[in-house]
């Protein structure tokens, strides 16, 4: 609530017909990853906070401690059913279930942690012995920057009009900057690629499974039947084919 106070008077507004910020608008800006800057969302909160808000409304609405490998897990938990948002909950005598909070879904999975750090392990082993699947997603189109339109026709009528040199150098830096700022950043990519190296000659260490995890899944998808890895090239990686295998 106070952050949503301090907004109202502070600003960003909310939306353009509103100044006005409540706390289930914050809420679901810290409930969400995505605007951690995923999926070419504004980054609006950094991952050190959003994982901390995660961590605090853990402790506060739950019983049951929040395990340490559950956290990145958590971040990324989907319903296997419809995609909204999983939430964690143990206020049902300390067992830990996880709920759907798109509201025309609801669906709830009991689950404890250990079982789901398992069966997340299980599936990301299989994607392990299968690096070939680590194709990097196609870089999106970014949409188009207005900011960029306006300072490139601004620096056209400057050079139709002949303005002064010091007018034109600073039009021509800063457009040159903001389209820089569209490029698709290569890191993502290129740390994909260092890591298939690494699982193509076996290495499959804690430490490797977590960064495969961090890199290559989007989403873990559960069910009452089973859980799955979506990953960011939108392969999905089935339990029941790790189980199988």
């Known amino acids: 609530q106070t ?3 301090r907004m109202t008077a502070r600003g960003p507004r909310y939306h353009e017909h ?3 910020w409540n ?3 914050v809420k679901r800006i810290l409930e969400n990853p995505k605007y951690t800057g995923a999926d070419g969302c504004p980054a609006l909160v950094s991952a050190g906070d959003f994982a901390e ?3 605090l409304r853990a402790e506060r609405n739950t019983y049951a401690p929040l395990p340490a490998e559950i956290r990145p897990i958590q971040a990324k938990a989907v319903c296997g059913l419809c995609g909204g948002r999983m939430s964690r909950g143990s206020r049902s005598h300390g067992r830990v279930h996880w709920k759907c909070q798109n509201e025309s879904c609801g669906q709830t999975v009991s689950l404890s942690d250990e079982a789901l750090a398992e069966r997340t392990e299980r599936c990301l082993r299989e994607l392990a012995r299968s690096p070939e699947l680590l194709a990097a997603p196609e870089a999106e189109r970014p949409a188009p920057d207005l900011e960029a339109v306006r ?3 601004e620096l056209t009528l400057a050079l139709n009009r002949g303005e002064n040199p010091e007018t034109i150098q600073k039009l021509s830096f800063s457009l040159a900057a903001r389209r820089y700022a569209q490029l698709p950043d290569p890191t993502p990519a290129h740390r994909l690629e260092q890591l298939r190296a690494r699982l193509e000659r076996g290495r499959t260490d804690g ?3 977590a960064e495969l995890f961090d890199l290559a899944v989007k989403s873990v998808r559960s ?3 089973s859980v799955d890895l979506e990953l960011k090239n939108r392969i999905i990686i089935s339990e029941m084919e790790a189980q199988s295998a």
Do not use: G
Request: glycine letters at 0%; proline letters at 5%.
């Open 3 to 5: 952050v949503a106070e």
């Open 18 to 20: 509103s100044a006005a």
């Open 23 to 25: 706390k289930n608008m």
């Open 53 to 55: 808000a995660q961590r």
């Open 151 to 153: 300072l490139q026709n």
């Open 207 to 209: 430490d490797t499974l």
């Open 223 to 225: 069910t009452p039947e």
